[in-house]
């Protein structure tokens, strides 16, 4: 069994959030144009990843790029892409192993989320790490989706992505494909919110001020639930 310590969870706050503030409102300027700092129940949708990642792994990075004093109030390290040019999530994903590896080097694992999914499960990495079966990376997918963000990866790794990422590869399953990967599924919940029934994605990310509102009310049916699927 891979233990919690032996792995690193990178919070990938890399991305240009373009569909989140096209229209400059939303709390644009507050945010700095960052996904994860907008407001959730009083407090930024990073707070709530952070929340649920910080329990399954050994330590955590964000991988961001830009002034990282903007994250300071969450008291964690920041690692910008070592590959410039916003290139994708795997630039993420390579900075963490890269930090990882020169921070955590008794670390075998990182664990990728999104700043931007604050319902990921409280025991993602734990599936994660049982689903591998002898491959070298796992992936989650629920509701038929892969979720290419949401994943565990060996540090080993690092060099073999950096040659990928500067021969020109982007997609992450174009890079995933060429080791074993295996897919772990998560289920799909319905859950009651204000407005009626709704159904909870674990890796719903808020891309849009459309699903921004949505996470909100669905993490306003915590109240209401005790233990329900959004706190389980």
Request: glycine letters at 12%; proline letters at 6%; aromatic letters at 6%.
């Amino acid at each position: 069994m891979m233990v919690p310590g032996a792995i690193v969870g990178v919070l990938l706050a890399g991305g240009q959030s373009r569909r989140m503030f096209a229209g400059g409102d939303r709390g644009a300027a507050a945010a700095g144009g960052d996904k994860g700092l907008l407001d959730m129940a009083g407090q930024p949708m990073l707070a709530h990843v952070i929340e649920r990642i910080r329990p399954q792994v050994g330590a955590m990075v964000i991988n961001a790029n830009g002034d990282p004093a903007r994250f300071a109030a969450f008291g964690l390290p920041v690692a910008a892409d070592t590959v410039g040019g916003f290139v994708g999530p795997l630039a993420g994903v390579l900075a963490g192993m890269r930090w990882s590896r020169a921070n955590v080097p008794e670390a075998s694992h990182i664990a990728s989320v999104s700043t931007d999914a604050p319902f990921v499960p409280v025991d993602l990495v734990a599936r994660l790490a049982e689903g591998l079966l002898g491959n070298a990376i796992a992936l989650a997918r629920s509701g038929g989706e892969v979720h290419p963000v949401i994943g565990l990866w060996p540090v080993a790794l690092a060099d073999d992505l950096e040659a990928a990422l500067k021969d020109g590869v982007r997609k992450v399953l174009a890079w995933t494909d060429r080791h074993g990967t295996s897919i772990v599924d998560f289920a799909v919940t319905p859950v009651q919110t204000a407005d009626g029934e709704r159904f909870l994605d674990p890796f719903f990310n808020a891309n849009t001020p459309g699903e921004l509102d949505e996470a909100r009310a669905l993490l306003a049916a915590r109240t209401g639930f005790g233990r329900s699927p959004l706190n389980s």
